[in-house]
T-cell receptor
Framework: NAGVTQTPKFQVLKTGQSMTLQCAQD?????MYWYRQDPGMGLRLIYY???????DKGEVPNGYNVSRLNKREFSLRLESAAPSQTSVYFC?????????????????FGPGTRLTVL | EDKVVQSPLSLVVHEGDTVTLNCSYE??????LLWYKQEKKAPTFLFML????IEKKSGRLSSILDKKELFSILNITATQTGDSAIYLC???????????FGKGTKLSVIP
């Protein structure tokens, strides 16, 4: 099992460009999450999807949109990138309330995408 | 105001030392507290604590939760250079899908 995979690993954008970060998991998890990590700020939740077909805002959703394409895939889109969105982005998944592999709260993380916006 | 506060923010020790990392939290409807280790890339799960006073152990690492005083500690004995990492703690509330993370403690173990 690959666990949680993310693409791309690195990306450089110019201000105003758009892009989509892709995430997929093969653990049959119900819940998926997008975080950003900035120096000295810890991990902050951008959006999450409790189950297929639902998405909700987290702590820092402004400037982002998400799509839960199916149970496996959860994408994060930046419509008009800004320098403040320079960060490392992590996708994670967990079994969720409805079950699946892993405990309710234990989240499994992907390797991250390092995004720089110039 | 931060809901999860970790201390210290950074720590440098010599190999063989024992370290204690702290995590305090404030949340209504608490469900669990989790510890993660982050080396160069993704955080990896260490422990999940839901009950007070029950120590969880994995090799040289152990952790315990105090639900009355709202804190948890992570102990690492006989530290090795491979323990160098950022240690993150996170809490979750009952019925919530979200984890709220602290800012992490950066541990550096020098030979």
């Amino acid at each position: 099992n690959a666990g949680v995979t993310q693409t791309p690993k690195f990306q450089v954008l110019k201000t105003g460009q758009s892009m989509t970060l892709q995430c997929a998991q093969d653990m049959n998890h119900n819940s998926m999450y997008w975080y950003r990590q900035d120096p000295g700020m810890g991990l902050r939740l951008i959006y999450y999807s409790a189950s297929e077909g639902t998405t909700d805002k987290g702590e820092v959703p402004n400037g982002y949109n998400v799509s839960r394409l199916n149970k496996r895939e959860f994408s994060l889109r930046l419509e008009s990138a800004a320098p403040s969105q320079t960060s490392v982005y992590f996708c994670a998944s967990s079994g969720g309330l409805a079950g699946g592999h892993g405990s309710y709260n234990e989240q499994f993380f992907g390797p991250g995408t390092r995004l720089t916006v110039l | 105001e931060d809901k999860v506060v970790q201390s210290p923010l950074s720590l440098v020790v010599h190999e063989g030392d024992t370290v204690t990392l702290n995590c305090s939290y404030e949340v209504t409807n608490f469900r669990s507290l989790l510890w993660y280790k982050q080396e160069k890339k993704a955080p990896t799960f260490l422990f999940m604590l839901t009950s007070s006073g029950i120590e969880k152990k994995s090799g040289r690492l152990s952790s315990i939760l105090d639900k009355k005083e709202l804190f948890s500690i992570l102990n690492i004995t006989a530290t090795q250079t491979g323990d160098s990492a950022i240690y993150l703690c996170a809490e979750s509330g009952a019925g919530s899908y979200q984890l709220t993370f602290g800012k992490g403690t950066k541990l550096s173990v020098i030979p």
